[in-house]
Nanobody, 126 residues
Framework: QVQLVESGGGLVQAGDSLTLSCTAS????????LGWFRQAPGKEREYVAA????????STALSVKGRFSISRDNTKNTMYLQMNNLKPEDTAIYYC???????????????????WGQGTQVTVSS
């Protein structure tokens, strides 16, 4: 099973940018569709973005489209979430996730993802 570790979270001001990283270990990251989810206090987990195994196809939620972008470098077993023009409503714990190895499609429900990182806190002040 793959192990996922997020990094790059922090406290920023509205309008700032931040890049999150997710490093995979245990298996080759190119075996997995990877994605980002987030959960704000008192709210349900929310899909943010995902990327296919080769990186050819990406998907972002409407709430972050145009501000967030996802990418991956399989040579480094790492996925990234570039977050621009951050807003206070982006404050949440951000989780990296992987689908079962060999699957190829992006899914927006957390139930379709089998491996999760421990999360990294992003706080955006107004």
């Amino acid at each position: 099973q793959v192990q996922l570790v997020e990094s790059g979270g922090g406290l920023v001001q509205a309008g700032d940018s931040l890049t999150l990283s997710c490093t995979a270990s245990g298996r080759t990251s190119s075996d997995y569709v990877l994605g980002w989810f987030r959960q704000a206090p008192g709210k349900e987990r929310e899909y943010v973005a995902a990327i296919t195994r080769s990186g050819e196809t990406t998907s972002t939620a409407l709430s972050v489209k145009g501000r967030f972008s996802i990418s991956r470098d399989n040579t480094k077993n790492t996925m990234y979430l570039q977050m621009n023009n951050l807003k206070p409503e982006d404050t949440a714990i951000y989780y990296c996730a992987a689908r079962d190895p060999g699957l190829t499609n992006i899914r927006t429900s957390g139930l379709d993802w089998s491996s999760w990182g421990q999360g990294t806190q992003v706080t955006v002040s107004s």
